[in-house]
């Protein structure tokens, strides 16, 4: 018998989000997985299209309606909770903020468990999470036959790659009352030609040795020179020094690139919780003794400001 | 009468280094020090300072928890919370568990606003506060970096993956505080002898009507992976040198 599972999609109205299709490849990895994609959109088709093309999707439901032209929890909730209760047995969503908003009010409304930031699915039943900041992981398990909702560590799984043939699309019916207590009025989107921190191969992370905003800028230099997302340290956010959307931490982004590099930051548990899983930690730090170098694969002490410009130019171009 | 409620929870101080237990049946918790959890203080900060600006008349802080959590109550109350109520509870109280007994107080003390941390520093879940929103039927703005109230309604500034999002809420409402919000304060030793004389009422799930179901069982804990110890280099050159033999860099 196969185990239905419904993934809600992120996406901005035209793009999907990457981490859907790393929501696609954790339920992949759970026997006999049928699995359905919901995009929630004022218009879901070039959205619906995408998530088509992942491997391992059996169908996408379109679930359409002007008021989803925002991503509000407290709108999408009912209908995805009308599509939910079509008989799927686990109901994922991203651990990012989008899902961290979202699948809680789902959960609630539906009267099931939530599983948040599952990092392996040993079945439909039985998951493996990070608590206590990643300094513990727990195996969870509810009884056989229940509901389940969880949010997916994105940081945990590769992505689900394209599909040789692309998942037939459908239009879903979603009966639901929609609340119009909570309003979307802007977002700061702060667009970059750079890569996207979440799913970077490449991340320059700053710390509040980075001094200021304009001492931040040489990791953009050389992260530009190197194809990197930039992130930053809560430290350097705190401090005014960076956005707080580049935050990586425990209550920031949870981040796992094929090279980090940890600039000036001493490396609190909060944060190297968020660099864990990356495959190589590379720190530059001042300070001999920081707590960042019990982490990186290759530690460089001395000054960041004499280092940095030694690197670009070594990199050349 | 204006009322904020705030959801607090007891959990390992955040300093504490976690032990995992040998026999994997748990985290070492015995003698480890205890505090209100990081963003639930936030979260009270928040209450104190729109009370301070006019915004409401009465702050009420309220756990879910062990009778241990009186002295975070009593924390709590030497912040400048008015009074507290503890839904004495043992044993693993999961998120839902906690909305629907935060659903009864928010329907018996009637809040313009609930404020809760975004997430405990223990379970890591992120859920109690959704949850609320949806069983209360009510609006929610979670991971908030800035709160602004105004006829009825509350504007709010939320710390989204893309950025910065504001979103409109009708209140009553339910808001999860991130780390920017504010800084909470420092206890005066004068407010720690006032609160001991502050209001602290004791309730139980039962007395609440809430069923203390534990819907999801924990088999076993353990240590995360370590990363295995890495090396130093003496500088940029050697350091380049070493990422390209990796294949790092090309």
């Keep these: 018998m196969s185990t239905r599972i419904l993934i809600v999609a992120e996406h901005d109205g035209t793009r999907l989000n990457p981490s859907t299709a790393k929501c696609v490849a954790c339920a992949r990895t759970i026997a006999d997985a049928d699995i359905t994609v919901a995009v929630c959109a004022a218009n879901a088709e070039s959205v619906a299209t995408q998530a088509a093309q992942l491997q391992g999707v059996a169908r996408v439901l379109k679930v359409e309606n002007a008021a989803n032209e925002h991503p509000l929890a407290a709108v999408l909730a009912p209908q995805i909770v009308a599509v939910a209760r079509g008989g799927y047995s686990l109901v994922l969503g991203p651990s990012t903020t989008f899902g961290k908003d979202l699948m809680p009010r789902v959960a609630a409304l539906l009267d099931t468990v939530q599983v948040s930031d599952i990092m392996a699915a040993e079945s439909a039943t039985r998951f493996r999470r990070p608590i206590y900041a990643g300094n513990a992981i727990v195996t969870v398990e509810v009884e056989p036959g229940a509901q389940v909702v969880g949010t997916v560590r994105i940081a945990s799984f590769e992505a689900a790659p394209a599909a040789s043939s692309a998942a037939p699309i459908q239009s879903a019916q979603a009966q639901a009352d929609i609340p119009t207590h909570t309003r979307f009025v802007s977002v700061s989107a702060a667009r970059s030609d750079r890569p996207d921190l979440q799913t970077a191969a490449r991340v320059i992370s700053g710390g509040r040795a980075l001094a200021s905003a304009e001492g931040f800028q040489i990791l953009y230099k050389l992260a530009d020179k190197l194809g990197a997302a930039v992130g930053a340290s809560r430290a350097a956010v705190d401090a005014g020094y960076a956005p707080n959307e580049l935050q990586v931490g425990q209550t920031g982004k949870i981040i796992a690139p094929e090279l980090y590099v940890a600039i000036g930051i001493s490396g609190a548990i909060q944060h190297l919780t968020g660099i864990k899983d990356a495959r190589t930690i590379v720190a530059i730090n001042k300070d001999a003794e920081a707590p960042i170098f019990e982490v990186a694969d290759i530690g460089l002490v001395g000054d960041l400001f004499q280092i940095i410009p030694e690197i670009e130019k070594l990199i050349g171009k | ?250």
């Excluded at chain 2, 009825?152 to 500034?157: E, F, I, L, N, Y």
């Design chain 2, 1 to 250: 009468m204006k009322r904020i409620l705030v959801g607090i929870k007891r959990v390992v101080d955040y300093n504490v280094r976690i032990r995992v237990k040998p026999d994997g049946s748990g985290v070492v918790t015995d003698g480890v020090k205890m505090s209100i959890n990081p963003f639930d203080e936030i979260a009270l900060e928040e209450a104190l300072r729109i009370k301070e600006r006019g915004g409401a008349e009465e702050v009420i802080v309220a756990t879910v928890g062990p009778a241990d959590t009186q002295p975070q109550l009593r924390n709590a109350l030497a912040m400048g919370a008015d009074r507290a109520l503890l839904v004495q509870a043992d044993g693993v109280i999961e998120p839902a568990v906690a909305a629907r007994a935060l659903l009864k107080l928010a329907e018996r003390e009637q809040p313009s606003l609930v404020i809760l941390g975004k997430q405990a520093i223990d379970d890591d879940n992120s859920q109690t506060g959704q949850m609320l929103a949806a069983l209360w039927g009510r609006p929610q703005a979670t991971f908030a970096s800035k709160v602004e109230l105004a006829d009825g309604k509350a504007r709010v500034t939320r710390e989204v993956d893309a950025g910065l999002e504001t979103l409109e809420v009708d209140l009553p409402a339910v808001i999860t505080t991130d780390l920017r919000l504010n800084e909470p304060r420092y206890v005066k030793l004068p407010e720690i002898m006032k609160a001991k004389k502050k209001p602290l009422e004791t309730l139980t799930l039962a007395s609440l009507g809430v069923e203390a179901r534990q819907r999801l069982k924990a088999v076993r804990f353990e240590p995360p992976p370590q990363r295995q110890k890495g090396i130093k280099v003496k500088d940029a050159a050697e350091l380049i040198e070493l990422l390209k033999k990796k294949g790092v860099l090309a």
